[in-house]
Each structure stands twice: as structure tokens, then as C-alpha cells.
């Protein structure tokens, strides 16, 4: 067995990959930005989801399920909500509630486990006022016209996350400033409510209503659930600059901390055959409509051949390399029986991989070898190439049809029933010597005639079970 090795991850904020190393092994604590919910949730928002949850996996193997916080928030206060509750006559909880329902059934198909906890931004509107409170006395945000807007000279190492100076973020910013801000860089905080916009009590004394800016929320919530510092902190690159830097600006300078999480991880772009997914190319494809089409475990795979880091180029044909793998995965399971015990224990090999800055295409060419020896030899490797594929997040009990009875299925013609009984005698035979080209020869012949022969093992014996049916 080969030496097990710590976890390597890359720091975006060092910029090379670095052993982690948590603030305190009992309690290993990731935050990781989560959806606004307004619409149903695109393939781009769902990488993200599968990538920190195979992390999230990863962590409770390694630290112990009990020992490992996993936040992922959910906004509810934002513009483009308030926009289409308006557009389509209901409440904005109404359509908070519903889109949060949807993306929930949506990534439970793609195999994604419960964070531990899932915080909402409406129900943290306090602790966000606190943390402005407390940027306001230290000197580091302002109130100017209803607003209160975080001062960004007032940091001098913001922008370390994106790797930009202030100069150069202050020639980039767009022309048109509003004119309560000192700096052009200066980003919002708090601001007033429209007529019609949800509003809360302002804090700073200000005395009409309001609400919070984007950033704040995911600062409230990680301190609150996680503590002023904590490990890691993920999201899509495209959070890098504003969201992460702001976050962190706000982070730090409110608790006085010189980070706010020790690594930050980042996922890559996602395109759409070849380019940019947006609505106006009419490329833009949802978790719901795939799941429409592809099982949950296709997508899942899919997005996991490629390494988090890297773009993903989703097309129609990986999908369909994906599905032609886990079909031939799911006839090795049938082959094998599909049985998978509750101790069984993942491959090494897949850990290692994952542990090296999650190498999930290793983990999955390690899952190709295994599946390899389980055709090669059904008793040996087959719970250990389930128990891989299972903790890699895959619905491998799916991959193996459910057993029918035999007796359930009627058949009128005792010709027909003496014929396929022989049948699945032999090929009971013929597996039993290992000799699986003619086991499964017998099984294509049966199919031919609209029998669909189903193994299973009897847990009490191990044995191999076959029942049979006709198909419709
Ligand atoms: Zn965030």
C-alpha cells in the first residue's frame, strides 16, 4: 500500500499549490458561496457544487464526518430577485422558497451531499449590520447619502486575492463613479431600498430603510458559523475580484485579522461547446433540462473528467462518452452483482489522487483499472471499485438494476419458462468457471428474445442470484 500523503490544495491567494493544514483537526470549516435563487440553476453555477463536494467528501474521510463544518449560504436579497418576483406577480419569498426547492432537487440528482450548514442572507441581516458597525468605527467605511460604502485606501493590501494593485483596479474602473463615493474603488455596504424593495432598519443611524450590498452577506454568515478565521474559503474564479476581495476587505478589517480564510479555492470557467454560455446566444443550458435528458451520475462524471481548475468545454458529445462509460460500468456491476457493503472502503488510490489538489481525472482513470479487474476477476476488486466510485459521489446502487422477483413475472408459455430456466443455468455455469464471454453470451441471446435477466447477491450467502424477466 502505498504511504498516504497530506492534502495538497492550490492557494489562490500564494498562487502554488500548498499542504493544508487546518486551524484545528476537530473542526475543519469551509465556506463556499452558494446560489442567488431567482431561476433555475445553470451547468456553470452547478461546478461549483460537485467540485467543494467532492472537497467536502474528501475532509470527513480524512478529519471524520463530525469533524468537518461545510457552509454553503443561499441569497435571497438581491436585485435580479426582486426584478422577477415583480415580473411574475408573486412574493419575493414565494419565488425565494421555490428556486431554493428546485436547486435542491437539481444537485441532489448530481449525487451532491447537505452542507452542514446552509445559511440565508435574509435571516443574517443583523450580523450584518453589526460587522458594519464595526468597519464604520475602526475608519474603514463611510456613510454618504444613505449608503454606507467601505473605504478602500483605507486597506492597503486589498487586492492581494486577484493579484492587482490599486492603481491598476483604480485605471480599470468604469468612468462613471457614483458621486457619493470617495473613491471610485469604494463598494456598497449598505444602500436604500426602492419603493417596493425589501428593507430592513438601517444601521450607522441612518434614518430611511435599506438593504444589504451583495458582498456583506457571505462576511456575516462565514464569521458566524465559522469564526473570524477559518481554512478554506471556494467558489467559481469568476468570484475572484469583486466578491472574494471585497469579502475579504470586509473580513479582515472588521475583526483585525491579517486573513480571513487560510485557502482559497477556485474553480474554472465552464463554456458551452466551444463558447461563452449566456442567454442571448441561446447556449444557456440548465442543471434541470440535462436532467431531463442524462442521468444525474452522467453529469456528474462529466464534470468531473476534467480537473477543477481548468475550463470546462461542456458538450453534448462528452456527455455521451459519459454515458457510454457509466453503461459499461453499470454492466460490470450487473456482472458482479452490484453489491456494495456498508464497510466497504475506497481504492487508495482514488484518495491519493484526490488529495493531490483533487485530481479527479486520476481518481476516475484509477476507477477505469479497478473496473478492469472486476471483469477480469468478480470476486476480487468489485467492492472496492464501488466503494471508490460511491465516495466519489456516484449513485453506483442505480448502476445495478433493481432485482425482480421471478415469480412476479407471468409467463403463460411453460416452453418459454423451461427454455430461459435452462438458459440461466447454463450461463450460472459458465460464470461460475469465469468464463464470462459465454455467460454473457447466453445473456445477449435470452435479451434477443425479450428476456432481461437481472443479478443480484443474496446477502446472506454471497451468492449470486439471476431472476428474469419479460420486457414490455
Ligand atoms: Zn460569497
Redesign the pocket.
Known amino acids: 500500500m502505498a504511504e498516504a500523503h497530506s492534502l495538497m490544495l492550490y492557494n489562490t491567494l500564494t498562487r502554488r499549490k500548498e499542504e493544508f493544514v487546518p486551524l484545528d483537526a476537530q473542526n475543519v470549516r469551509m465556506?463556499?458561496?452558494?446560489p442567488t435563487v431567482y431561476d433555475y440553476a445553470h451547468i456553470g453555477n452547478a461546478r461549483p457544487v460537485v467540485v467543494f463536494d467532492v472537497l467536502f467528501r474528501l475532509l470527513r474521510q480524512m478529519y471524520g464526518e463530525k469533524h468537518v463544518t461545510y457552509v454553503r449560504?443561499i441569497?435571497d436579497v438581491d436585485d435580479k430577485i426582486n426584478a422577477r418576483a415583480a415580473e411574475e406577480g408573486i412574493s419575493i419569498r414565494e419565488l425565494t422558497e421555490r428556486t431554493a426547492k428546485q436547486f435542491h432537487e437539481d444537485i441532489k440528482a448530481l449525487g451532491v451531499l447537505p452542507p452542514t450548514i446552509e445559511p440565508r442572507a435574509t435571516e443574517h441581516i443583523e450580523e450584518m449590520k453589526a460587522l458594519i458597525e464595526e468597519l464604520i468605527a475602526s475608519g474603514h467605511a463611510y456613510v454618504a447619502e444613505g449608503h454606507v460604502l467601505f473605504d478602500v485606501p483605507s486597506m492597503p493590501d486589498y487586492g492581494k486575492l486577484s493579484n492587482r494593485s490599486l492603481d491598476e483596479m483604480a485605471a480599470g474602473a468604469r468612468v462613471e463613479v457614483a458621486p457619493y463615493k470617495k473613491d471610485p474603488m469604494d463598494f456598497v455596504l449598505w444602500k436604500p431600498s426602492k419603493p417596493g424593495e425589501p428593507s430592513w432598519p438601517s444601521p450607522a443611524g441612518i434614518a430611511e430603510p435599506g438593504r444589504p450590498g451583495?458582498?456583506i452577506?457571505?462576511?456575516a454568515m462565514?464569521g458566524k458559523h465559522l469564526g473570524d478565521i477559518f481554512d478554506i474559503?471556494g467558489?467559481g474564479i469568476d468570484?475572484v475580484f469583486p466578491?472574494?476581495e471585497n469579502?475579504i476587505a470586509q473580513s479582515r478589517c472588521a475583526h483585525g485579522t491579517d486573513v480571513m480564510a487560510r485557502y482559497w479555492l477556485h474553480n474554472g470557467f465552464l463554456q458551452v461547446e466551444g463558447e461563452k454560455m449566456s442567454k442571448s446566444l441561446g447556449n444557456f443550458i440548465t442543471i434541470h433540462d440535462l436532467l431531463k435528458e442524462w442521468p444525474g451520475d452522467v453529469v456528474r462524471f462529466n464534470m468531473l473528467r476534467t480537473h477543477y481548475r481548468q475550463p470546462i468545454d461542456w458538450t453534448r458529445k462528452g456527455l455521451e462518452e459519459s454515458k457510454a462509460t457509466l453503461d459499461r460500468w453499470g454492466e460490470i456491476s450487473d456482472r458482479i452483482g452490484g453489491a456494495l457493503t456498508k464497510h466497504a472502503l475506497p481504492d487508495i488510490g482514488v484518495i491519493e489522487a484526490l488529495k493531490d489538489d483533487l485530481n479527479t481525472p486520476l481518481a476516475i482513470t484509477r476507477l477505469h483499472e479497478l473496473a478492469k479487474e472486476c471483469r477480469a476477476n468478480a470476486d476480487g476488486a468489485s467492492e472496492t471499485w464501488l466503494a471508490s466510485a460511491a465516495f466519489l459521489g456516484f449513485d453506483v446502487a442505480r448502476w445495478h438494476s433493481p432485482v425482480q422477483s421471478a415469480e412476479l413475472v407471468e409467463v403463460t408459455d411453460p416452453d418459454l419458462a423451461n427454455r430461459v430456466k435452462s438458459l440461466v443455468a447454463q450461463r450460472g455455469e459458465a460464470r461460475k468457471a469465469k468464463n464470462f464471454k459465454e455467460a454473457d453470451r447466453i445473456r445477449d441471446e435470452l435479451a434477443a428474445t425479450g428476456v432481461v435477466l437481472k443479478d443480484a447477491k443474496d446477502p446472506a450467502t454471497g451468492e449470486i442470484v439471476t431472476t428474469w424477466e419479460l420486457a414490455r
Open positions: 465556506y463556499v458561496c452558494g449560504n441569497t451583495w458582498h452577506e457571505c462576511s462565514a474559503h467558489g468570484l466578491h472574494h469579502e
